[in-house]
């Protein structure tokens, strides 16, 4: 988008009035739905509007890693896949779905979200693996949150597969849930100009000077961040987006709580 | 040894429950989502666009790619590693060649059509739900086309001839399996992909193909249908109107 | 004696039979195998005495000559612009075609149109090979300035317009907006922000509504209501 367009999308969002009918610190309409998809442990589709994304969860069991011989293992992955887009194409993954893989990853793992010695099924030998991927559907702006939030609904739906000390039987999944401890929820303020706003559209997203993704916990503690873009912020900046995202976290987290 | 009954009950010669439908991916040209049994497939199209690097391209007509990919999570069993592997770039390529034959690519010279097949979860047959939600994608995307096609597999398990295997079914193990995914294009009566894995007699191979030429018809109305509905026009605005409530 | 299998204004996919017997023609998007008269792309049937043909409904906007469109300029050559037309194919802006205005060799084109910029341009040539070159030499074509760009379905532009100009001159007379809608399917709005998203919000439910009955009047009343609600 040329520069010409930016400006008067800053001009116009200096206005209140954004490139659909919310205000700036509104998110679009969020739905989740559980189970998609039925070879997945756990899985979650979650729509941002236009935006759509998938994540399921495979669970393993594998070997420990040395230095953490009674933990469990999380990984996350993303996959932007160029069915989701006109502007991802095929082949490995690219930066951008590492950056958004690894905030996600960090939101699970700092916040201790899940109880990775729960997970120890013999220390030092035998370990549950817990594989997070994450998929792009519909690229229409703000993925990072959607992943997130996708990645974590997946997670609550899972149940353990049956494991019988040899061989994981996929084919009848037990009663069990992970050890979910804390709930991480980001949201991703995006700045142009000098506003502030959530939850863009790819149209918006384009004119964007600079984010913060700031992911936080139920009883208001923050446990994630990512500056993204290539403007800096002041410190005033990061107070006044702290205080945004904290707040639209907590309608998100009546969302995730419903589940 | 006999079988005798197929787990869900369903008619040798029945498939599976099966969903459709078309404009599923905003951002596409073409999209569509097809559901047969467990097995789910979204298939996008963009183009006709702009193909590079240019030795790829064709002064002649436009070229039709496809690719063909399973989720991590979409298999049964342990996760699937993401990326390609030698599987599915075979799918792809006969995935291709199963589309092909009903594409007028000839208006788009240099260009590409990229079509894009993603599974979700899958219990067999999933090639071929990916063909037919590709093929659907591609009618979506406004090209020009003589057909639809069509595809499912049928083969063998013990002693009967059957429509649209499932996992269990492929992993049968007290009697021979067959599995033979075909493509199909209705108008012409032609077969654009066969495959076969497992052990069958010649006999049973053309009565598999006899019976897929006859389950063929029932999964074509549901492309179509699913198709119709995304342009029906009063139906679509009521739905949009709920959305909005 | 031919038989009709569809009636006129039904919405068909590819391959699907259309007529039966000799005494139909073939038209656009249409072909004949043996007896029979098939859809050859999605859309809706037209039937005009004998002549059978589609009116296509979707795909992607196929550059015409004398077309006008809305491009994006994505490179700066030696001699001209290279632009993105919503197609498969980019455009060639000469020079010679850009202004009326002498531009000396060796001038900085950037000047007059810079990467990023958008312009209302007209198709001058389309080769065999689609190689497309456009003019912004004319009325009406230039560079815009400011606005919003959106993109919708080029098989909708028509309606768009409407009859004569009239459904977008009622969204401009009730917005205060300027627009200019490009056959390609890319439509500029320029105007107070609020009312730009009404009128974008006008266009959209043309887009997804084209063949709805009554359509002008369910536009004029949501323009009259204020336009909030898509």
């Given at each position: 988008?040329?520069?010409?367009?930016?400006?008067?999308?800053?001009?116009?969002?200096?206005?209140?009035?954004?490139?659909?009918?919310?205000?700036?610190?509104?998110?679009?309409?969020?739905?989740?739905?559980?189970?998609?998809?039925?070879?997945?442990?756990?899985?979650?589709?979650?729509?941002?509007?236009?935006?759509?994304?998938?994540?399921?969860?495979?669970?393993?069991?594998?070997?420990?890693?040395?230095?953490?011989?009674?933990?469990?293992?999380?990984?996350?992955?993303?996959?932007?896949?160029?069915?989701?887009?006109?502007?991802?194409?095929?082949?490995?993954?690219?930066?951008?779905?590492?950056?958004?893989?690894?905030?996600?990853?960090?939101?699970?793992?700092?916040?201790?979200?899940?109880?990775?010695?729960?997970?120890?099924?013999?220390?030092?030998?035998?370990?549950?693996?817990?594989?997070?991927?994450?998929?792009?559907?519909?690229?229409?702006?703000?993925?990072?949150?959607?992943?997130?939030?996708?990645?974590?609904?997946?997670?609550?739906?899972?149940?353990f597969p049956g494991y019988d000390g040899e061989e994981v039987n996929y084919k009848e999944l037990t009663d069990d849930k992970l050890p979910l401890a804390q709930e991480p929820i980001p949201v991703t303020v995006y700045k142009a100009g000098d506003v502030f706003f959530v939850d863009p559209t790819k149209e918006e997203q384009k004119n964007v000077d600079a984010?913060?993704?700031?992911?936080?916990?139920?009883?208001?503690?923050?446990?994630?961040?990512?500056?993204?873009?290539?403007?800096?912020?002041?410190?005033?900046?990061?107070?006044?987006?702290?205080?945004?995202?904290?707040?639209?976290?907590?309608?998100?987290?009546?969302?995730?709580?419903?589940? | 040894?006999?079988?005798?009954?197929?787990?869900?009950?369903?008619?040798?010669?029945?498939?599976?429950?099966?969903e459709a439908k078309a404009g599923v991916i905003k951002n596409a040209d073409g999209s569509a989502y097809f559901k047969i049994g467990n097995t789910i497939a979204y298939a996008a199209v963009y183009g006709p666009r702009e193909l590079y690097p240019r030795f790829l391209q064709n002064p002649t007509k436009g070229i039709l790619r496809c690719n063909y990919n399973?989720?991590?999570?979409?298999?049964?069993?342990?996760?699937?590693?993401?990326?390609?592997?030698?599987?599915?770039?075979?799918?792809?390529?006969?995935?291709?060649?199963?589309?092909?034959?009903?594409?007028?690519?000839?208006?788009?010279?240099?260009?590409?059509?990229?079509?894009?097949?993603?599974?979700?979860?899958?219990?067999?047959?999933?090639?071929?739900?990916?063909?037919?939600?590709?093929?659907?994608?591609?009618?979506?995307?406004?090209?020009?086309?003589?057909?639809?096609?069509?595809?499912?597999?049928?083969?063998?398990?013990?002693?009967?001839?059957?429509?649209?295997?499932?996992?269990?079914?492929?992993?049968?193990?007290?009697?021979?399996?067959?599995?033979?995914?075909?493509?199909?294009?209705?108008?012409?009566?032609?077969?654009?992909?066969?495959?076969?894995?497992?052990?069958?007699?010649?006999?049973?191979?053309?009565?598999?193909?006899?019976?897929?030429?006859?389950?063929?018809?029932?999964?074509?109305?549901?492309?179509?249908?699913?198709?119709?509905?995304?342009?029906?026009?009063?139906?679509?605005?009521?739905?949009?109107?709920?959305?909005?409530? | 004696?031919?038989?009709?299998?569809?009636?006129?204004?039904?919405?068909?996919?590819?391959?699907?039979?259309?007529?039966?017997?000799?005494?139909?023609?073939?038209?656009?998007?249409?072909?004949?195998?043996?007896?029979?008269?098939?859809?050859?792309?999605?859309?809706l049937v037209n039937v005009d005495g004998r002549a059978l043909k589609l009116i296509p409904l979707a795909g992607r906007y196929s550059p015409k000559i004398n077309d006008t469109i809305i491009a994006k300029v994505i490179d700066v050559t030696l001699n001209g612009w290279r632009l993105e037309t919503n197609s498969a194919y980019t455009a060639m802006l000469p020079?010679?075609?850009?202004?009326?205005?002498?531009?000396?060799?060796?001038?900085?084109?950037?000047?007059?149109?810079?990467?990023?910029?958008?312009?209302?341009?007209?198709?001058?040539?389309?080769?065999?090979?689609?190689?497309?070159?456009?003019?912004?030499?004319?009325?009406?074509?230039?560079?815009?300035?400011?606005?919003?760009?959106?993109?919708?379905?080029?098989?909708?532009?028509?309606?768009?317009?409407?009859?004569?100009?009239?459904?977008?001159?009622?969204?401009?007379?009730?917005?205060?907006?300027?627009?200019?809608?490009?056959?390609?399917?890319?439509?500029?709005?320029?105007?107070?922000?609020?009312?730009?998203?009404?009128?974008?919000?006008?266009?959209?439910?043309?887009?997804?509504?084209?063949?709805?009955?009554?359509?002008?009047?369910?536009?004029?009343?949501?323009?009259?209501?204020?336009?909030?609600?898509?």
């Amino acid at each position: 988008m040329s520069n010409d367009q930016k400006q008067h999308m800053i001009k116009s969002f200096k206005q209140g009035v954004r490139f659909d009918e919310r205000g700036l610190e509104d998110f679009r309409k969020l739905t989740i739905s559980c189970k998609p998809s039925k070879t997945a442990e756990g899985s979650a589709v979650v729509k941002l509007g236009d935006t759509e994304v998938i994540a399921g969860i495979k669970m393993m069991v594998g070997t420990p890693f040395p230095d953490r011989p009674e933990d469990g293992v999380i990984m996350v992955n993303a996959e932007f896949l160029p069915l989701a887009s006109p502007d991802f194409e095929s082949g490995p993954p690219g930066i951008d779905s590492i950056e958004l893989s690894r905030v996600v990853d960090r939101g699970i793992r700092e916040s201790h979200a899940m109880d990775l010695k729960k997970l120890c099924i013999k220390k030092g030998e035998k370990v549950w693996i817990v594989s997070i991927d994450i998929c792009t559907l519909n690229d229409d702006g703000n993925l990072l949150d959607a992943a997130a939030l996708a990645a974590l609904a997946a997670l609550k739906s899972t149940r353990f597969p049956g494991y019988d000390g040899e061989e994981v039987n996929y084919k009848e999944l037990t009663d069990d849930k992970l050890p979910l401890a804390q709930e991480p929820i980001p949201v991703t303020v995006y700045k142009a100009g000098d506003v502030f706003f959530v939850d863009p559209t790819k149209e918006e997203q384009k004119n964007v000077d600079a984010r913060l993704t700031i992911t936080s916990l139920g009883d208001g503690n923050l446990c994630a961040m990512q500056k993204g873009g290539e403007q800096p912020f002041t410190l005033d900046e990061i107070s006044k987006i702290v205080d945004l995202a904290t707040k639209r976290s907590k309608d998100l987290r009546k969302e995730i709580d419903k589940l | 040894m006999s079988y005798t009954k197929r787990k869900d009950n369903r008619g040798f010669d029945d498939f599976r429950k099966v969903e459709a439908k078309a404009g599923v991916i905003k951002n596409a040209d073409g999209s569509a989502y097809f559901k047969i049994g467990n097995t789910i497939a979204y298939a996008a199209v963009y183009g006709p666009r702009e193909l590079y690097p240019r030795f790829l391209q064709n002064p002649t007509k436009g070229i039709l790619r496809c690719n063909y990919n399973m989720m991590p999570f979409s298999g049964m069993g342990e996760r699937v590693r993401p990326g390609p592997s030698r599987r599915s770039k075979e799918i792809s390529m006969v995935t291709q060649k199963a589309l092909i034959p009903v594409l007028d690519l000839s208006e788009y010279p240099n260009a590409v059509v990229d079509v894009f097949i993603e599974l979700t979860e899958t219990d067999a047959g999933s090639r071929c739900a990916g063909i037919c939600a590709a093929s659907m994608a591609l009618a979506d995307a406004g090209l020009k086309m003589r057909d639809l096609v069509t595809a499912v597999s049928v083969g063998k398990v013990d002693d009967k001839v059957v429509v649209d295997l499932d996992y269990a079914e492929e992993a049968y193990e007290d009697g021979h399996v067959a599995d033979i995914p075909i493509a199909y294009i209705p108008s012409t009566g032609e077969f654009s992909l066969l495959q076969m894995d497992g052990i069958i007699s010649t006999d049973e191979f053309i009565e598999a193909l006899t019976l897929a030429k006859k389950a063929m018809p029932r999964l074509y109305e549901i492309q179509k249908k699913a198709l119709k509905e995304k342009y029906l026009l009063f139906h679509g605005n009521e739905e949009k109107g709920e959305k909005n409530e | 004696m031919g038989k009709l299998i569809v009636e006129n204004k039904t919405i068909v996919v590819p391959g699907e039979t259309l007529a039966e017997g000799m005494d139909y023609l073939p038209g656009n998007g249409t072909y004949r195998i043996g007896e029979k008269i098939l859809a050859e792309k999605l859309g809706l049937v037209n039937v005009d005495g004998r002549a059978l043909k589609l009116i296509p409904l979707a795909g992607r906007y196929s550059p015409k000559i004398n077309d006008t469109i809305i491009a994006k300029v994505i490179d700066v050559t030696l001699n001209g612009w290279r632009l993105e037309t919503n197609s498969a194919y980019t455009a060639m802006l000469p020079v010679k075609d850009a202004t009326a205005q002498y531009i000396a060799r060796g001038a900085n084109l950037t000047a007059f149109f810079d990467i990023g910029d958008h312009v209302v341009a007209k198709i001058t040539n389309v080769t065999s090979q689609k190689l497309v070159d456009v003019s912004t030499k004319g009325p009406g074509l230039r560079k815009l300035a400011g606005g919003r760009i959106i993109g919708v379905n080029p098989y909708k532009v028509p309606r768009i317009i409407g009859k004569q100009g009239s459904m977008v001159s009622m969204i401009k007379d009730a917005t205060n907006c300027k627009i200019t809608v490009g056959q390609n399917g890319f439509i500029w709005i320029d105007g107070e922000p609020k009312e730009i998203l009404r009128a974008v919000n006008a266009v959209r439910m043309i887009d997804e509504n084209s063949h709805m009955k009554g359509l002008t009047d369910k536009v004029k009343e949501f323009l009259q209501v204020g336009g909030e609600a898509k």
